[in-house]
């Protein structure tokens, strides 16, 4: 079964906007990830939150992790076409990793 | 992809035929995954590797089996494919377990 689910599962925006995607895990984990994947493509890593950390920053992306709710949101600001992808949000427990379906965004020029 | 290649890129081979899947990395990384992805799962670990002879299994190891044998090389077969194992299949490599992992370009299989 899956360990991260993401939310929403397809969002449409205007470049320039921001896009927020979210993730609700189950268990206790070790870290939680955030990957992108172009269509046909393998996945590429963004960002690594260990549990111990609450948000994180790389370039325009932003995330938060909130083990009390078990969830965490990636936000991407300024958005541009390029950016349009499939988003998944992965959860480390031991050596186990557990990937979400992924959300689905597009960014309209 | 840098760093990490899949073998074949795509497949095409019939039910009850064996499989064999390669994955060769040149980073000296110590873990090794295998993956597949279906439409509405996202990724499902299939099973990793933690060294050199070592592995373990994964969320969906029923009906593949794994080897590595070198650091650089890490071998998932279907030992009598069914059409139900038709996915892309990723391989990944970290550095350390619960660390950031490195995708190939995947295998696209077919099983008919």
């Known amino acids: 079964s899956q360990q991260g689910e993401e939310d929403p599962q397809a969002l449409s925006i205007q470049e320039g906007e921001n896009a927020t995607m979210n993730c609700s895990y189950k268990t206790s984990i070790n870290n939680l990830q955030w990957y992108r994947q172009n269509s046909g493509r393998g996945l590429v890593h963004l960002i690594l939150i260990r549990s111990n950390e609450r948000e994180k920053h790389s370039g325009r992306l932003r995330v938060t992790l909130d083990t009390s709710k078990k969830s965490s949101s990636l936000l991407i600001t300024a958005s541009r076409a390029a950016d349009t992808a499939s988003y998944f949000c992965a959860t480390s427990v031991n050596n186990d990793m557990r990937f979400g379906a992924g959300t689905r965004l597009t960014v309209k020029p | 992809d840098a760093g990490i290649t899949q073998s074949p890129r795509h497949k095409v081979t019939e039910t009850g035929t064996p499989v064999t899947l390669r994955c060769h990395q040149t980073?000296?990384?110590?873990?090794m995954y295998w993956y597949r992805q279906d439409p509405g799962h996202g990724l499902r670990l299939i099973h990793y590797s933690y060294g050199v002879k070592d592995t373990d299994k994964g969320e969906v190891s029923d009906g593949y089996s794994v080897s590595r044998s070198k650091t650089e090389d890490f071998l998932l077969t279907l030992e009598s494919a069914t059409s139900s194992q038709t996915s892309v299949y990723f391989c990944?490599?970290?550095?350390?377990?619960?660390?950031?992992?490195?995708f190939g370009p995947g295998t696209r299989l077919t099983v008919l």
């Open positions: 980073e000296n990384h110590r873990y």
């Open positions: 990944a490599i970290s550095r350390e377990g619960p660390g950031t992992q490195y």
